[in-house]
């Protein structure tokens, strides 16, 4: 019996010693508000996967000088396992004063070690903040900024091989890359963009056969290339104030099928991956949304002949959009996506904050698809994706006109309907080589004076234009229209703005092309006489209270 109490007790010894924090610096010199504050946390454990949070975990438990509590988990960054390891922590605080922080080390969910308290300050910015949902029009920084996303989809960098038929050759150049097109987006007006992560981008759990030179081959729990490039678009980002909506996608998941859905080591994985991604980079501000899928009724009927039962999607997202909200302190957007198949229940899935849909060949319908779905749900809800055509075993040069023409105009319907994000065009490789990134100066120009005149309200106005398209928004005092000549000839006809309002105005003419404004003569309250449009052209006119 002494030798079992004394063997007990040389265990537990053995233990504390194997299990302990022994040192947290500050790596961050002057802490800034909505700014990186990185931290090494020096520690000793066992374990067999560092990464998986059921063998060892560790979490910043911060008080903030407000006194609100947040916790924040840690990433391991080297170190063997029962000797001296390396962990960090990005944090971004979110208030300015005094901070307090604890780290808490636990292995198979029991708790084994807790630092001293550290303390830091951080210093006021200039800068916004996280963007949070504000209401169906906007989203709204931390700072009470409205906020409304306009861009495209950038989901990728070029691959080594391309599977179009028609622009292999353009889709494979090493041009189209973060490092070219991020700042072209923002130099052009836009400041939202939407990538994928997947086997060939940003493939941090992918081991080997990337389909992308970009990336070494490694046999790391987390490929250290993928994490590096992922650390590089997310600087560039800050950098540009562009802001992302992260498709987070299955990861190289070895379950398929419903049981990726419902096995419980695939959803154990999964969130171990949700936890470490919040961990590297959830403190950036660039991070508008996740996303947790990309068109997942593809995946629902990825065998049409076996669907996966649609309440075993709705169940994950539930499950999964919980646990990225409870291990979140940003409390960044969440979001999913569908193709064009509704999934029961998902629009509903309470912690998913904004519901989406991709939308292609139907550009003309794509404001009746946002309120319908607004209206139905009581949700903010985005077009992720849109195009003339979606097809790409066809040559799009073949109707690059029309491809050109639905461009312009699916980033116009966006701005004049209730979505806090306009609808994301795809085939970004085809547009930029066709020099379509300059239409995002007109579209930008015209949202920033939404916003500035409103504040980040917004209101629907009945417009009439004979037989051209009409679309009227009312911010604060001044009321913008959009006009589009869908037809094939010129159309003379009367603007009608259908508002009783008793004041005088003072009109504008802009037009998207040449972001150029002229001045125009109205007759009554609003009335523009005799407005002369051009085949498939579009002007959008600002009226000004006097």
Request: with cysteine; proline share 4%; charged share 25%.
């Amino acid at each position: 019996m002494k030798k079992i109490a004394v063997s007990i007790i040389l265990l537990m010894f053995i233990c504390s010693v194997h299990a302990q924090i022994k040192q947290v610096s500050v790596l961050t010199k002057k802490p800034v508000q909505y700014a990186k504050v990185e931290m090494s946390i020096r520690l000793v454990e066992t374990w067999e996967n560092p990464y998986l949070q059921e063998d060892a975990a560790l979490d910043m438990l911060i008080v903030a000088p407000s006194g609100k509590k947040l916790t924040l988990p840690c990433y391991y960054e080297s170190g063997e396992s029962g000797s001296e390891s390396t962990w960090k922590v990005r944090f971004a605080p979110q208030e300015t004063g005094a901070y307090r922080c604890s780290f808490i080390l636990t292995k198979s969910g029991k708790e084994i070690s807790v630092s001293k308290s550290v303390t830091f300050k951080a210093a006021k910015s200039e800068r916004d903040g996280f963007l949070h949902t504000k209401d169906y029009w906007a989203l709204q920084f931390d700072s009470g900024k409205p906020f409304r996303g306009i861009g495209e989809n950038i989901c990728w960098e070029s691959r080594t091989t391309d599977d179009s038929r028609f622009f292999k050759e353009l889709h494979e150049q090493p041009k189209y890359n973060y490092d070219y097109l991020l700042p072209l987006l923002a130099n052009s007006g836009g400041n939202f963009f939407r990538t994928w992560m997947c086997s060939w981008n940003l493939p941090i759990d992918r081991k080997r056969n990337f389909n992308n030179g970009r990336y070494a081959p490694s046999d790391e729990y987390y490929n250290p290339s993928a994490v590096k490039r992922f650390d590089q678009m997310i600087n560039l980002c800050d950098s540009l104030q562009l802001y992302v909506m992260l498709t987070l996608g299955q990861g190289d998941s070895q379950v398929g099928g419903a049981a990726f859905f419902t096995d419980e080591g695939a959803i154990a994985k999964y969130k171990n991956r949700l936890r470490f991604i919040v961990a590297r980079w959830g403190y950036s501000t660039s991070i508008a949304m996740w996303e947790f899928f990309n068109e997942v009724d593809n995946v629902q009927f990825r065998n049409a002949n076996n669907p996966i039962d649609g309440k075993l999607i709705v169940q994950w997202h539930d499950e999964m959009s919980t646990y990225l909200k409870q291990i979140d302190p940003y409390e960044h957007i969440v979001t999913t996506s569908i193709s064009h198949r509704d999934i029961e229940g998902l629009n509903s899935v309470p912690d998913i904050d904004i519901n989406q849909k991709h939308i292609y060949r139907n550009t003309a319908g794509m404001r009746q698809q946002i309120m319908k779905y607004v209206n139905e749900f009581s949700k903010p809800y985005i077009i992720g994706e849109f195009s003339f055509e979606w097809d790409w075993s066809k040559n799009f040069n073949d109707f690059a006109e029309d491809m050109d023409i639905d461009f312009k105009r699916g980033l116009w319907y966006g701005m004049f309907a209730p979505t806090p994000v306009l609808p994301m065009s795809w085939w970004w490789e085809f547009f930029e080589n066709r020099g379509l990134m300059t239409c995002f100066k007109g579209v930008r120009e015209i949202n920033d004076k939404m916003l500035a005149a409103g504040k980040g309200s917004f209101e629907i106005i009945p417009v009439e234009a004979g037989n051209m398209e009409a679309y009227g928004v009312q911010c604060g005092k001044t009321i913008f229209v959009y006009l589009f000549n869908n037809k094939r000839e010129p159309l003379i006809t009367d603007l009608v703005i259908k508002v009783a309002t008793g004041k005088s105005y003072q009109g504008q003419i802009f037009d998207p092309s040449t972001c150029k404004y002229q001045d125009v003569t109205l007759y009554g309250d609003i009335l523009v006489k005799d407005v002369k449009m051009g085949a498939k052209n579009e002007i959008v006119y600002i009226f000004t209270q006097k």
